[in-house]
């Protein structure tokens, strides 16, 4: 039963693997089934008992790469020391820096900041893809009202215009890189730009 279950999540990430690929070369609206049990090598059917349809796929690559994020900004909220700002600018390095140690996360970002188009029945995933950002955008929230509770931030500062100003400034690193990796290295240069951003408010 145990090699089983190993096989069965094998396959389920063989074909996510095989999605990435073909959802940015195809397009995602374009992008077939038989075209990703193609490239898992895999039969369709195989396919079909892991996900509903295309949207299935898509919407678990987008979970793949959401739930960790905010399960890490959770989880930084509640070990976070007495300057929740600190912690917060170390955290967004770490998760920046990632982009650039793990080659399949930085290929789903692609997919999902450069490459994708929401048309056709993948609005519905759009709609997702807004309340995971919500979702994320409110747990950041909490960092600032945290630091404001403790005196680390001045009263008169929006902790939602803060939020804002850093998931701009966030995925601005995170898509100039994306767009040109060469040009720079994240773990030299986050550390420098996070400290720009948050030199500010400490």
């Known amino acids: 039963m145990r090699r089983t279950k ?3 999540e094998k396959t389920r990430n063989a074909i996510l693997e095989a999605a990435v690929d073909v959802f940015t070369e195809q397009g ?4 077939t089934l038989e075209q990703i049990a193609q490239a898992a090598n895999v039969t369709r059917g195989a396919v079909y008992w892991h996900f509903k349809n295309k949207a299935d796929i898509f919407m678990a690559l987008h979970d793949e790469l959401h739930k960790p994020f905010i399960q890490d900004l959770v989880d930084g909220l ?3 020391d007495d300057n929740p700002l600190d912690s917060l600018k170390q955290l967004c390095c770490e998760l920046v820096i990632r982009v650039e140690d793990d080659l399949y996360l930085r290929r789903v970002l ?3 900041l450069i490459k994708c188009d929401y048309t056709g029945n993948l609005q519905i ?3 997702k893809t807004i309340q995971a950002r919500q979702e994320k955008s409110d747990t950041l929230a909490k960092f600032f009202e945290k630091a404001q509770q403790n ?3 001045a009263k008169e500062l929006d902790p939602h215009t803060l939020t804002l100003a850093l998931s701009c ?3 601005g690193i995170v898509h100039e890189y994306l767009e040109n990796p060469g040009q720079f290295s994240l773990r030299e240069e986050a550390p420098k730009l996070f400290e720009v951003f948050f ?3 400490n």
């Open 169 to 171: 400034f966030f995925r």
């Open 151 to 153: 005196g680390t931030l």
């Open 125 to 127: 995933c759009q709609e």
């Open 6 to 8: 190993e096989e069965a």
């Open 110 to 112: 692609s997919l999902f």
């Open 28 to 31: 995602v609206a374009r992008a």
């Open 199 to 201: 030199r500010k408010w």
């Open 78 to 80: 509640e070990n976070t």
